[in-house]
């Protein structure tokens, strides 16, 4: 079973929709949570971190952990077109200096005008 | 702009050959990260690099090998190239481990 389980999509919603993108995760020995978006050719770049459970929100943005049920979501209200990408959820695991990050395998996003 | 520079953008070789992919942090980030995308793995954890000394290996290849250079730039190289080592590879820099900033890539095809 991969660490970090996400559906790929793609998913496709009308400009002003409010998105859900979901993540499971099956390793419970972490503590940092992430959401890279990824525009087409491009690198990733980060978009939320988190280490805790319950919500973090920044702008439109708003990130969702919950360590219970090992679930993380990132929420996308008013979605415009430029948030068509694709997003990544990440664990991070870390020790003795080192930090590795695991990634689920995205999940494309269009936003229709 | 991640501040990351990666070079060449793009590269294409043939079965067998060896290549070597350049990477450039952000000033004053230490570790640098390597990672493969593909369409059916995603994105892979290759290797970490920090000030200059290996610190984390991943999904990395006995025919790849990295290193680090004292003015923190990196190197990936992939040799007795395949087919199936045709993917996206990027490097990522950080200063504190816990953010990471991603270059824009190079895409490796192998024909």
């Known amino acids: 079973q991969k660490e970090v389980e996400q559906d790929p999509g793609p998913l496709s919603v009308p400009e002003g929709a409010i998105v859900s993108l979901n993540c499971t995760y099956s390793n419970s020995a972490f503590q940092y949570f992430m959401w890279y978006r990824q525009y087409s050719r491009k690198g990733p770049e980060l978009l939320m971190y988190?280490?805790?459970?319950g919500n973090k929100e920044d702008g439109r943005f708003t990130a969702q952990v919950d360590k219970s049920s090992k679930y993380i979501s990132l929420f996308i209200r008013d979605s415009q077109p430029s948030d068509s990408a694709t997003y990544l959820c990440a664990k991070e695991y870390s020790g003795a200096g080192s930090y590795q990050l695991t990634f689920g395998k995205g999940t494309k996003l269009s936003v229709i005008p | 702009d991640s501040g990351v520079t990666q070079t060449p953008k793009h590269l294409i070789t043939a079965t067998g050959q060896r290549v070597t992919l350049r990477c450039s942090p952000r000033?004053?980030?230490?570790?640098v990260y390597w990672y493969q995308q593909s369409l059916d793995q995603g994105l892979q954890f290759l290797i970490q690099y920090y000030n200059g000394e290996e610190r984390a290996k991943g999904n990395i290849l006995e025919r790849f090998s990295a290193q680090q250079f004292p003015d923190l730039h990196s190197e990936l190289n992939l040799s007795s190239l395949e087919l199936g080592d045709s993917a996206l590879y990027f490097c990522?820099?950080?200063?504190?481990?816990?953010?990471?900033?991603f270059g824009s890539g190079t895409q490796l095809s192998v024909l």
């Open positions: 988190t280490y805790s459970s």
């Open positions: 990522a820099s950080s200063v504190d481990g816990e953010k990471l900033f």
């Open positions: 000033s004053g980030d230490l570790s």
